[in-house]
């Protein structure tokens, strides 16, 4: 289908759409990127290198409760398989809170003011 980045959902559930395609949080893991609140993080970076930070302060999923962003890191960059499987379940579970919030603003009819500051967010790049 190719709809599948968070900004892909907030023009299809505009347009009424409510299915998403589900490569997208695993393809992305494979590649080391990571979605997050505050921006999208490529953990090739030598910026998470000593970072004991989470990779998303937000988020209580494992990757990010159990393992430290640099450990993350490592795991990516030393081609150790745990890496894109922990960035899977973030990504996954990042996605699932996001329509959690999108359910609740068009609830609150508050969904083109969640969009902008989503949007305005993913357009973020947390580099070097």
């Known amino acids: ?26 393809r992305h893991a494979r590649n080391h990127n990571a979605f997050t609140s505050r921006g999208k993080v ?3 970076n030598q910026r998470w290198r000593e970072d004991t930070g989470p990779l998303d302060p937000e988020c209580d999923c494992v990757a990010c409760r159990e393992f430290p962003v640099g450990v993350l890191r490592h795991l990516c960059t030393s081609e150790e398989m745990l890496g894109p499987m922990l960035l899977t379940l973030h ?3 990042y996605f699932h809170r996001l329509m959690d919030e999108i359910r609740a603003a068009i609830e609150a ?18 580099v070097e």
């Open 1 to 26: 289908m190719g709809v599948g980045t968070p900004e892909d959902f907030f023009d299809a559930i505009e347009r009424g759409i409510d299915l998403f395609d589900c490569v997208t949080p695993t």
């Open 42 to 44: 490529n953990l090739r």
């Open 91 to 93: 990504n996954l579970r």
């Open 109 to 126: 009819d508050r969904f083109a003011e969640l969009r902008a500051a989503r949007l305005a967010t993913l357009e973020k790049k947390l």
